[in-house]
């Protein structure tokens, strides 16, 4: 059995961990285990399950302290003799790269799973690195292949040497279920409701303010408009007090940071992703499974959609207002019978049960080449 060091950076709630924890579930662990090193300033990190599954978990300084949280990671790759390191930190991937490379491990994976945008903070240190975010690894993933454009360019993508795994979910748990849906929105008060729905990190990236916006211009329009928002993060306040300015606290069920997901997705009319940027995100997979009309900013890949009959993509260069009218216009004039779309998602290939194995088969490869050298 061969230990993997899976380096996540920071293991908040949401896309990356929801991707790697999908993988991991469903590998053959008794051929390929993980350990996960984290940042201490992780939100979810999920110990008791990895820890059920036969991993570990260790944490190390958050990667603000480059130096310590490097030296944090070399003592672990030192301690545990890996084979196999895997960053799933974007750009920041060639620091764990440099690390690996310093211990001799032979198999050094760099994977890309998000991008970039000119609004974001993160978007200048982003393209700092990026030209070097092909050194001191040995391969390179994506979880789709907007993302392994974006990070290891277009010439080096089409040569190849790109593996692409896309985003999974697993379509049994997310799937539409009404009996379940009439339950939340009877337990949530959503019964008469047309509810918008919003989940993620409350972050510039996701765009969270204009997801207020949006809202509060289809409220102008639909009173029995209702917003379901889930997530936590920086932005949390900012929101709540344009909540309070637009005086529509009523209209708004802010339910925090929660991993009870499934519920939420059936409770909901459509829902809304006007990110700045993604990667593939899993709340879109998730939210189309369910038989969900998403609403994405055309800064989404269009990959990310898998179901041509709910997948609408809108410009951010459009108001609110537009946004607005195009939401009211595909839910309450053209909305599609509600139905699951799991059939759709599988052949799509974002089932994690079929793209685990060959997932698996890339690792078993790599793991064989080693025991050739």
């Not at 996701?206 to 207020?212: A, E, G």
């Not at 260069?317 to 946004?323: L, M, R, V």
């Amino acid at each position: 059995m061969e230990r993997v060091a899976v380096v996540m950076g920071k293991m908040h709630s949401g896309g990356k961990k929801n991707l790697v924890m999908e993988y991991y579930r469903h590998i053959d662990r008794t051929q390929i285990q993980f350990d996960f090193i984290c940042d201490s300033d992780s939100n979810a990190v999920p110990t008791e399950e990895i820890e059920s599954l036969g991993g570990r978990v260790y944490i190390v300084p958050p990667y603000q302290h480059i130096f310590k949280n490097m030296r944090a990671i070399k003592k672990i790759c030192k301690q545990n003799k890996y084979k196999i390191i895997h960053g799933y930190n974007g750009t920041m991937n060639v620091f764990a790269m440099y690390v690996g490379w310093r211990c001799h491990i032979p198999v050094r994976i760099n994977e890309s799973i998000s991008m970039a945008h000119k609004s974001d903070k993160k978007t200048i240190l982003k393209k700092l690195l990026k030209p070097f975010t092909k050194m001191f690894a040995t391969h390179y993933m994506a979880n789709g292949e907007a993302c392994g454009r974006w990070q290891f360019g277009d010439k080096f993508y089409d040569s190849g040497k790109v593996a692409v795994f896309k985003t999974v979910i697993n379509t049994e748990i997310s799937k539409y279920d009404p009996e379940l849906r009439a339950k939340t929105r009877k337990e949530y008060n959503l019964t008469d409701n047309i509810v918008i729905g919003h989940i993620g990190r409350l972050t510039e990236q996701k765009n969270t303010l204009f997801v207020i916006d949006i809202f509060k211009s289809i409220l102008d329009k639909e009173k029995k408009a209702k917003l379901l928002i889930i997530g936590d993060g920086n932005l949390k306040e900012a929101m709540l007090e344009k909540i309070s300015k637009y005086g529509i606290e009523n209209s708004v069920l802010y339910l925090g940071r929660r991993e009870d997901i499934p519920q939420f997705y059936n409770a909901m009319d459509c829902f809304l992703l006007p990110s700045l940027y993604e990667g593939l995100p899993v709340v879109g997979v998730e939210a189309e499974n369910c038989g969900l009309p998403m609403f994405y900013s055309t800064e989404i890949p269009r990959e990310s959609s898998a179901c041509l009959d709910l997948g609408h993509f809108i410009s951010l260069e459009k108001s609110a207002d537009e946004w607005a009218e195009e939401i009211l216009k595909a839910t309450m004039i053209n909305m599609p019978i509600r139905r699951g779309h799991s059939a759709e998602i599988r052949a799509a290939g974002f089932d994690s049960t079929r793209e685990v194995l060959n997932f698996q088969k890339y690792y078993q490869n790599l793991i064989n080449q080693i025991k050739l050298k």
